[in-house]
């Protein structure tokens, strides 16, 4: 069983950033993947950005490229999104989910809700223009 808590959502203005963090419990957290999604209000959650349990390997979806940043701190069991450049369009529910059964990214199913077996409950992220 794993924990996933996040925190760090709030309000900023368009170009502003915001750090989220998801802390996770439970399991070793070094064993696996994590990824971020979101999902702002009528929409379906979306793949936001996914990293390795190294750090080593991450990917994001286009729209956050060169603005997000993932990263994870696995003596501290911590898994981080740094935002910056922010848009009225990110904003969302963002969530972190945790793949306990595969630690690389290998594959191409690291975009997909279905990929993940553990999710945390969510921090709203909201960005004024």
């Known amino acids: 069983q794993v924990q996933l808590v996040e925190s760090g959502g709030g309000l900023v203005q368009a170009g502003g950033s915001l750090r989220l963090s998801c802390a996770a419990s439970g399991r070793t957290f070094s064993n696996y993947a994590m990824g971020w999604f979101r999902q702002a209000p009528g929409k379906e959650r979306e793949f936001v950005a996914a990293?390795?349990?190294?750090?080593?390997?991450?990917y994001y979806r286009d729209s956050v490229k060169g603005r997000f940043t993932i990263s994870r701190d696995n003596a501290k069991n911590t898994l981080d999104l740094q935002m910056n450049s922010l848009r009225p369009e990110d904003t969302a529910v963002y969530y972190c989910?945790?793949?306990?059964?595969?630690?690389?990214?290998?594959?191409?199913?690291?975009?997909?809700?279905?990929?993940?077996?553990?999710w945390g409950q969510g921090t709203q992220v909201t960005v004024s223009s």
């Open positions: 989910a945790a793949n306990t059964r595969q630690s690389t990214l290998y594959g191409t199913r690291w975009n997909s809700e279905n990929w993940y077996d553990y």
């Open positions: 990293i390795s349990w190294s750090g080593g390997t991450t």
